[in-house]
């Protein structure tokens, strides 16, 4: 039986999860494409909502006004979330929120955002509804913002993510490692930080996609041995992908 996904998202009044609150909450649950159990509803964040959040998500105060609390919730969500593995695009942000709630500690978790910064890096833009766009993704209905349209775009993302990691030739394994072993030789980086993206894009590549594919016991431990070998150039890792972000 493969990997059973939960796809998270939440709706908050703002970006720090100490000070603001969720006002929706989704979590899909998914196999392979096959959606398992459905679960969304409004929360009453038991303070008004910023008019820029009611702008951007259309969510107003009197729609929250009889819709139940978090901590009625809880509950339920953490029933939902079980030991799943939880799906996100830019998942800390909805992982951060659920923690104040003492939910989802534990879980294993994708993050639609990197998978997606490394098997598709000539998309360019990696917001949801750029990478949607990019990608030839069903629409949400024109529900951008909100947790369930985001959840199952999300979903489609992620499906789409793991096809192309798929038709990754595993021939890629030998050059990603004669990559490292060309760089370990080499003493000095100087200015070619282009040597720097040689190296390392090929090697993060093949990882994140057996990572994707882990169902299978050999992928993981030919991943686990990739990473290792990665290490060598892992120093890198926060400037490559600063850099691939936001050019």
């Known amino acids: 039986m493969g990997t059973t996904y939960v796809a998270v998202d939440v709706e908050t009044t703002g970006l720090d999860p100490a000070r603001d609150a969720i006002i929706e909450v989704a979590a899909i649950t998914f196999r392979d494409a096959a959606i398992l159990d459905e679960f969304d509803s409004l929360v009453n964040p038991l303070v008004d909502i910023p008019p820029f959040i009611t702008q951007l998500t259309s969510i107003t105060d009197d729609m929250v006004t009889d819709a139940p609390t978090l901590h009625t919730l809880r509950p339920k969500l953490r029933g939902k979330l079980g030991d799943n593995v939880l799906v996100g695009h830019n998942v800390e942000f909805d992982l951060g929120f659920l923690r104040e709630a003492r939910l989802a500690f534990g879980n294993r978790r994708i993050d639609t955002l990197t998978l997606a910064s490394i098997l598709a890096p000539e998309a360019g833009r990696f917001s949801l509804s750029s990478l949607a ?4 993704l069903p629409s949400n209905n024109g529900r951008g913002h ?3 349209g985001d959840a199952e775009l999300t979903i489609e993302l992620f499906l789409a993510l793991r096809e192309r990691a798929l038709a990754l030739s ?3 394994v030998s050059t990603a490692i004669a990559y490292v072993f060309h760089f370990r030789a080499v003493e000095t980086v100087g200015s070619a930080y282009t040597s720097i993206f040689s ?3 090929p090697i993060m590549t093949v990882v994140m996609a057996f990572a994707v594919l882990g ?3 050999v992928l993981l431990q030919i991943a686990g041995v990739l990473l290792i070998v990665a290490g060598i150039v892992m120093p890198n890792l926060r400037e490559w992908r600063a850099m691939r972000l936001l050019r």
Not at 133 to 136: G, R
């Open 133 to 136: 766009d990019f990608l030839n």
């Open 146 to 148: 909100r947790a369930r």
């Open 170 to 172: 595993l021939g890629l």
């Open 199 to 201: 190296t390392f894009e």
């Open 215 to 217: 169902e299978d016991i």
